[in-house]
């Protein structure tokens, strides 16, 4: 909601200001929306040009800040905010919590074959393999591309992948739903970099990529009628 409220919004304070209120609850609800931050100030940034621009900087990240900074605001109110080590006595901790969050798992790299994204990646290559090949084939394309015409959707999305997978590459524990915001953003790599085959194609290579998107969303409603079990479904590797 947010990335299309600052598409749809390009010029229009109040939708800029709606979309930072969106990110913010994101955040609230969970930090590793944090992640993906940089990508969305690229956005308001490149969408906004003159004079709007710096107002929209300013008004989507002061947005942004201040309703996700309610939530430590209260923890120091009521003086959970530092650890116990520091104000003395024992309570919870949000700097404490944050830092046993980020350090959980056993912290070993991606590429050894026990790791928590080694597991994790073989887990979702065996319930969907196209999609992720799809997906690295079109962030192959955006970066060619955005060598020769730079394209302000493609490249935040690209900088929200990377960024988003350098969290999963952390060597940490990842939970299965973890994997959802970066779903989202290969999704719109996908579609960009269908939209540039399509806009290179000539006439009868563009009614053949239609017919082929109509048939593959025919066959993709019949497997998800047919649901994955949730027994199949990665929770944490």
């Not at 053949?208 to 109509?214: D, G, H, P, T, W």
Request: charged share 10%; glycine share 6%; no cysteine.
């Amino acid at each position: 909601i947010a990335l299309y409220l600052l598409i749809s919004g390009i010029g229009n304070l109040r939708k800029i200001i709606a979309s930072g209120v969106v990110f913010a609850i994101a955040i609230l609800t969970k930090e590793v929306a944090l992640f993906i931050y940089p990508a969305y100030l690229f956005l308001v940034w490149k969408l906004n040009k003159g004079a709007l621009r710096s107002y929209a900087i300013s008004t989507w990240g002061i947005t942004t800040v201040f309703i996700a900074g309610l939530f430590p605001l209260a923890a120091l109110l009521r003086n959970e905010f530092l650890p116990d080590t520091i104000t003395g006595g024992k309570h919870v901790s949000l700097i404490q919590t944050f830092q046993y969050q980020l350090s959980r798992g056993i912290g070993e790299y991606p590429w050894i074959k026990e790791s928590y994204f080694n597991l994790s990646l073989r887990q979702w290559l065996s319930l969907d393999i196209l999609f992720l090949l799809t997906s690295a084939a079109a962030i192959i394309l955006l970066v060619i591309f955005n060598f020769i015409k730079s394209k302000s959707l493609a490249t935040a999305s690209l900088i929200a992948t990377i960024l988003y997978s350098a969290f999963l590459l952390r060597g940490q524990l990842i939970q299965g739903f973890y994997i959802i915001p970066l779903l989202t953003f290969l999704a719109i790599n996908i579609s960009l970099a269908i939209d540039i085959v399509y806009q290179v194609a000539t006439k009868s290579y563009q009614r053949i990529i239609k017919y082929s998107l109509i048939i593959l969303d025919r066959k993709s409603t019949r497997l998800n009628s047919s649901h994955i079990p949730l027994s199949r479904m990665p929770s944490s590797a």
